[in-house]
C-alpha cells in the first residue's frame, strides 16, 4: 500500500492564482480530511468527508473547495490564493470505528506570494 | 466545543532518560478519544499512540506510554529512554466520538534531546 500521497510537495503561488492539491488514498477509507498547518502551530481542519459525494466544512473552509468523486480521492481546491493560505497541507484519512487513527499524507508546502 | 491545551514550552532530556509531555483537554462529551503524534523535522505526522475515554487501562506502546487522568481531563505522553531520533514535536489531538471524527490539535510540544 502506498498509503496517503499527496501531490504537489512544493508549490509557490502568486496572488489571485488558483489550484488544486492533490489526495489519494489505497487503503479503502471511508474517512478523508484536509488540514493547514501555520508555522509553530496545530494542525487545523479545513474540510472533511465521510464517503465519497459527501463532505463537510471544518473549521477553517473560507478560500478552499473540495469534492469526493470516489473513495479514493479528496482533491482540495483554492481559488483567489491570498498571502493567508501560506501554510502546510495535510490530507489524512481512517477506516470507520472510533479507535482508529488518522493516516497523514506526507504534505505540500505552498507559499503564496 | 473541543479543546487541547499545550503549554510546555520546549523541552529538553537527556539520551536513555523519561520524559513527559503534558496535554490537557476540555470536552463536555463522556466519550471520546486522545492521540498523539509526532512529527519529526521532515515533516510527516505518525501516530504514536491513543487512549479511549471508556478504556480502564493507560495506553502502551513500546516505549510510549499515556498517564491518562481522566477527573484531571490529562492525557500526558511519557516516553522512557529518550532517542536521539525522538527530537520533534508532539501534538496532542482529541476526537469526540460522534463527531464525523474530527481531530481537534493542540499546538504543540518541541522535544529535544540531548546526547
Known amino acids: 500500500n502506498a498509503g496517503v500521497t499527496q501531490t504537489p510537495k512544493f508549490r509557490i503561488l502568486k496572488i489571485g492564482q488558483s489550484m488544486t492539491l492533490q489526495c489519494a488514498q489505497d487503503?479503502?477509507?471511508?474517512?478523508m480530511y484536509w488540514y493547514r498547518q501555520d508555522p509553530g502551530m496545530g494542525l487545523k481542519l479545513i474540510y472533511y468527508?465521510?464517503?465519497?459525494?459527501?463532505?463537510d466544512k471544518g473549521e477553517v473552509p473560507n478560500g478552499y473547495n473540495v469534492s469526493r468523486s470516489t473513495t479514493e480521492d479528496f482533491p482540495l481546491r483554492l481559488e483567489l490564493a491570498a498571502p493567508s493560505q501560506t501554510s502546510v497541507y495535510f490530507c489524512?484519512?481512517?477506516?470507520?470505528?472510533?479507535?482508529?487513527?488518522?493516516?497523514f499524507g506526507p504534505g505540500t508546502r505552498l507559499t503564496v506570494t | 466545543a473541543q479543546k487541547i491545551t499545550q503549554t510546555q514550552p520546549g523541552m529538553f532530556v537527556q539520551e536513555k532518560e523519561a520524559v513527559t509531555l503534558d496535554c490537557t483537554y476540555d470536552?463536555?462529551?463522556?466519550?471520546?478519544?486522545l492521540f498523539w503524534y509526532k512529527q519529526p523535522s521532515s515533516g510527516e505526522m505518525i501516530f504514536l499512540i491513543y487512549?479511549?475515554?471508556?478504556?480502564?487501562q493507560n495506553a502502551t506502546e513500546g516505549r510510549y506510554s499515556l498517564n491518562f487522568q481522566k477527573a484531571r481531563k490529562s492525557a500526558n505522553l511519557v516516553i522512557s529512554a529518550s532517542q536521539l531520533g525522538d527530537s520533534a514535536m508532539y501534538f496532542c489531538a482529541m476526537r469526540v466520538n460522534g463527531a464525523n471524527s474530527k481531530l481537534t490539535f493542540g499546538k504543540g510540544i518541541t522535544l529535544s534531546v540531548r546526547p
Open positions: 489524512a484519512s481512517r477506516d470507520s470505528g472510533t479507535q482508529y487513527e488518522q493516516y
Open positions: 487503503m479503502n477509507h471511508n474517512y
Open positions: 470536552t463536555s462529551d463522556p466519550s471520546y478519544g
Open positions: 487512549q479511549g475515554s471508556y478504556d480502564q
Open positions: 468527508s465521510v464517503g465519497a459525494g459527501i463532505t
